[in-house]
């Protein structure tokens, strides 16, 4: 994997989408070793398909695909992007969802896109961010940058932004699929997937946040960036896969018993099968069998370390012969660990 640099610079990430007639319609970011996320309605765009239309295009090649405002050879570069997950959008308005997830086809080994630093936006509140798009109200087709105050939280889990008057450009559709980077913080705490329609009063927009990104595409997320994102009283001390079992030890920053009902709690939030637990704080589950992949076991032993607690967890295929699928239980450890951490965040409420 690329190392996430100790300070990352948004500009080595970004990703700029064209249609066939080469106009921008989009941007989106790099999370992962050439792995890209943006909007699926950006996508619907780029491939010539109506804005709304739901059907996933997964393995179709998007060409036109640059990072506009990388340094070295990716300056001078255009490559394609394969879909490889999908979240459609909203059929009427905007909601949860319209997520696409892409992986750049680099014919040079060397090259790769380093992947964003990922952060929790509730700490974001009420803060000027920072985004890049094509803004065509005054048309600017090399780019232009506009700030927007993150303000909170509305329905369907996506957080409004609100129009910063002082911004020489202002939000609108060009940015969607953008990342939301606070430069204080070095990070981006989410994705915009609703813009004002140009010459629009409304001066909100809408974001997916950082958990969404990971809800939807954990194997896309390296583990380094999860620490940034789940809460703030989980440390990912270590994780491993290798074939199709992976392990993690994780610390929480709770006593054992509390440890040991968020993570039962975890467990149910997920739609996992509860295999037993006991007294000596050791929880066994199984994962749902999924179509094309088989069912995991998950094993989780919590014990304590000094204030807090710490959790063993090993997962593991149920059939012993399953080797194809390799990312499969890195990504229910990911998956356990947003959903713990949501767990955290309630009993916080």
């Known amino acids: 994997m690329a190392d996430i640099r100790d300070e990352p610079d ?3 990430s970004i990703v700029k989408f064209e249609d066939n007639q080469e106009r921008p319609v989009g941007v989106g970011f790099a999370v992962g070793e050439n792995l890209v996320v943006t909007c699926a309605h950006v996508v619907n765009l780029a491939i010539a398909r109506p804005i709304e239309e739901q059907s996933s295009p997964a393995g179709t090649r998007l060409s036109g695909v640059s990072l506009p405002l990388s340094d070295g050879p990716w300056r001078t570069i255009k490559t394609t992007a394969e879909v490889i997950a999908w979240s459609p959008p909203a059929r009427v308005g905007f909601g949860p969802g319209d997520i696409a997830c892409l992986r750049l086809i680099v014919e040079d080994a060397t090259l790769s896109v380093p992947p964003v630093r990922l952060a929790n936006p509730e700490t974001s509140r009420g803060e000027l961010l920072d985004l890049f798009g094509y803004p065509v109200d005054p048309p600017r087709p090399q780019g232009a940058w506009a700030q927007a105050r993150l303000l909170n939280k509305v329905g369907g889990g996506l957080w409004q932004l609100d129009r ?6 202002q ?6 699929g953008g990342p939301l980077w606070h ?3 070095r990070s981006v705490v989410g994705m915009l997937v609703v813009a004002p329609r140009t010459g629009s009063p409304s001066g909100d927009s809408y974001a997916i946040s950082s958990e969404a990104l990971l809800h939807m595409w954990p194997k896309a997320i390296d583990a380094s960036n999860l620490g940034n994102v ?12 290798r074939r199709g079992r992976a392990t993690a030890v994780t610390t929480i920053r709770r006593p054992p018993q509390a440890s040991f009902a968020a993570c039962s ?3 149910s ?5 509860l295999r037993g637990s006991d007294d000596s704080l050791t929880l066994s589950a199984q994962t749902r069998w999924e179509w094309g992949s088989a069912a995991v076991r998950v094993d989780i032993a919590i014990s304590r370390e000094r204030d807090f607690s710490r959790l063993n967890i090993d997962l593991r295929p149920i059939v012993k012969t399953t080797i194809y699928d390799f990312g499969l239980a ?3 450890v990911l998956r356990f660990l947003v959903a713990l951490g949501d767990e955290l965040e309630s009993l916080d409420q």
Do not use: C, F, M
């Open 10 to 12: 948004i500009t080595d």
């Open 164 to 169: 910063e008057l002082q911004s020489a450009h």
């Open 171 to 176: 939000i609108q559709p060009g940015y969607s």
């Open 183 to 185: 430069r204080a913080r």
């Open 230 to 241: 789940i809460h703030p009283d989980i440390t990912v001390v270590q994780l491993n896969s």
């Open 265 to 267: 709690r975890a467990i």
């Open 269 to 273: 939030r997920l739609g996992w099968k």
């Open 330 to 332: 890195k990504s229910h």
